[in-house]
């Protein structure tokens, strides 16, 4: 089965999740009978390209001079897409390319909003995203074969904005960790250091409210790494910071793990947020995790005590937690740890992950029989 990914960053790691989901997901699809295609639209870094070819991986460039006739000869040749799956909404170059794709193939395909068809999300460029909706969006969630939802809240969201839409598939992310799920934090609650991975959108990640839990934890120095945007508002941002906050450059690979390793904690306010790969890749490691109840993943990982939970805008309360005494502080993030790491560990394994996917591909193509349509309510308890 030829499965086309649409669509990934040049680099097999950034600060895009998303991203990074379809370069090590692709990676994994060989051993599956998928032969994945992943989709760019600028050439792919020479690191990716070696990826690629050691995972069996096709790439098809599409740039702004070649696009058109490199897309209809693929579609022409025996690398034509059996299957489309189908990243997020509101990306115009997708959209496009969706609708060229289909303009001369009709074929199957899978959405996957992640996330970003959640109230929250749906404010931000309200109207713009309403022209989206009309002209693209609410087609392509409506018509597909089978709608991939992140949790079970989101098949709600799924269907209120494409309410005829009725084949939706519950599945977490998987953890993007190479070394897989393993138990690795250092447990250096003492050392007072809390950590934040992900991108330095200052109003969706809190990143401000990070800075306010700061300010209440003196002893604690917060270090949050990403990509600096060149905003001047983010500028103006990076010039108020506590002085106890330090930015910092991304870390990938044996960086990453090094950083979660040896932080005390794992703090994430998001105001919004339709999963967190972040999350999972401190949880997976046992580092004990900080949440706001923004996030989608926050009510899960509450029930089961796998994170502390407050609301974002609650900043005393995180900081209440961090200025614990330390031996208080030591047994409260040693049970966090120990129940995030089950948690990612039982929702979030990387093979449990590409097979169900695959499992949803066969059943899309008509290679296995369709399952039952999946309601919000029954999402909500399976999850």
Known sequence: MNVWHLSANPAVESTNGISNRIWKTAAMQNRYGIRPTIALFESARPEAVSFAQQNGIRLLVLDKTTSLPVLIRELKSENAPDLLHVYSVFHYRNALLFSAIRLYRKTKYIAHPAGG????????????????????????????????????????????????????????????????????????????????????????????????????????????????????????????????????????GSEKAEVLNNASVYIHLPRWEGFGNSIIDAAGRGVPVLLSQEAALSKELQKRQAAFVAPGERAELFADFLNQNPRTLERETALLSVNGYNFALMSCDPKRYVERLAVIYRRSTGELPPKLAVSPQLAKTST
């Open 117 to 252: 068809l959640s109230p929250h999300i749906l404010k931000r460029n309200r109207a713009l995203k309403s022209i989206y909706a009309v002209a693209h969006e609410r087609r392509l969630i409506q018509n597909a074969d089978t709608v991939i939802c992140l949790t079970g809240d989101e098949v709600g969201e799924v269907q209120a904005f494409a309410p005829k839409q009725r084949s939706c598939a519950v599945l977490h992310n998987p953890s993007l960790d190479e070394t897989g799920l393993t138990f690795s934090w250092e447990g250096k609650v003492r050392q007072r250091t809390a950590v934040y991975l992900g991108r330095f959108d200052v109003e969706h990640k809190g990143l401000d409210l990070i800075c306010q839990v700061a300010k209440r934890c003196p002893s604690f120095s917060f270090h949050l790494y990403g990509a600096r945007p060149s905003s001047a508002s983010f500028r103006d941002f990076e010039t108020s910071l506590p002085s106890n906050v330090a930015l910092r450059d991304p870390v990938y």
